[in-house]
T-cell receptor, first 112, second 115 residues
Framework: KQEVTQIPAALSVPEGENLVLNCSFTDSAIYNLQWFRQDPGKGLTSLLLIQSSQREQTSGRLNASLDKSSGRSTLYIAASQPGDSATYLCAVRGSTLGRLYFGRGTQLTVWP | GAVVSQHPSWVICKSGTSVKIECRSLDFQATTMFWYRQFPKQSLMLMATSNEGSKATYEQGVEKDKFLINHASLTLSTLTVTSAHPEDSSFYIC???????????FGPGTRLLVL
């Protein structure tokens, strides 16, 4: 069974710092990997999706990398802002039936 | 972009009553919909997968008689929590896709509180 782990569970930083969030998964036979943002009491907003054949994806200040063979992904946030405060979830998609496996998330707080 | 809505966003009910949650794809046809449950500070856990016109496939440990899922049309799936108890209090999120292997689009979630 696929297990997804995210480290750290929580992170509190001052505005302007560059951040790295980590995600690891146990089964490297994945279809793709996705990073989501979740604000308190809200649904999920998709940030980046990396196909299994890709190494990284970028969107604005966000960059996600994927090393499928080692079962790892990182989400890099440049020049963090208070508006980045949220929980960031990593999810891997299995090779069959579209099933997503989620990590517990990293709760990020960026203070002014 | 693909939009998924859920209704209601909040529901409070008494123990023993049944609650229905709707999940709608607003601008695309969703042949597959997924229902997740999320407890505080926990991950999203898949409860069941439903395909339009057929019975839902439930994950191990999820009671199909307690969590009734109906996916009668290509734009609507419903989750009914029957005889709800306080331990059913949770955040329920649906997602919809145009096929089991297509991108999932998530709804905003429904917060259920059972007193």
């Amino acid at each position: 069974k696929q297990e997804v782990t995210q480290i750290p569970a929580a992170l509190s930083v001052p505005e302007g710092e560059n951040l790295v969030l980590n995600c690891s998964f146990t089964d490297s036979a994945i279809y793709n990997l996705q990073w989501f943002r979740q604000d308190p009491g809200k649904g999920l907003t998709s940030l980046l999706l990396i196909q299994s054949s890709q190494r990284e994806q970028t969107s604005g200040r966000l960059n996600a990398s994927l090393d499928k063979s080692s079962g790892r992904s990182t989400l890099y946030i440049a020049a963090s802002q208070p508006g980045d405060s949220a929980t960031y979830l990593c999810a891997v998609r299995g090779s069959t039936l579209g099933r997503l496996y989620f990590g517990r998330g990293t709760q990020l707080t960026v203070w002014p | 972009g693909a939009v998924v809505s859920q209704h209601p966003s909040w529901v409070i009910c008494k123990s023993g009553t049944s609650v229905k949650i709707e999940c709608r794809s607003l601008d695309f046809q969703a042949t597959t919909m997924f229902w997740y449950r999320q407890f505080p500070k926990q991950s999203l856990m898949l409860m069941a997968t439903s395909n339009e016109g057929s019975k839902a496939t439930y994950e191990q440990g999820v009671e199909k008689d307690k969590f009734l899922i109906n996916h009668a049309s290509l734009t609507l799936s419903t989750l009914t929590v029957t005889s709800a108890h306080p331990e059913d209090s949770s955040f329920y999120i649906c997602s919809a896709s145009q096929g089991a292997e297509e991108t999932q689009y998530f709804g905003p979630g429904t917060r259920l509180l059972v007193l």
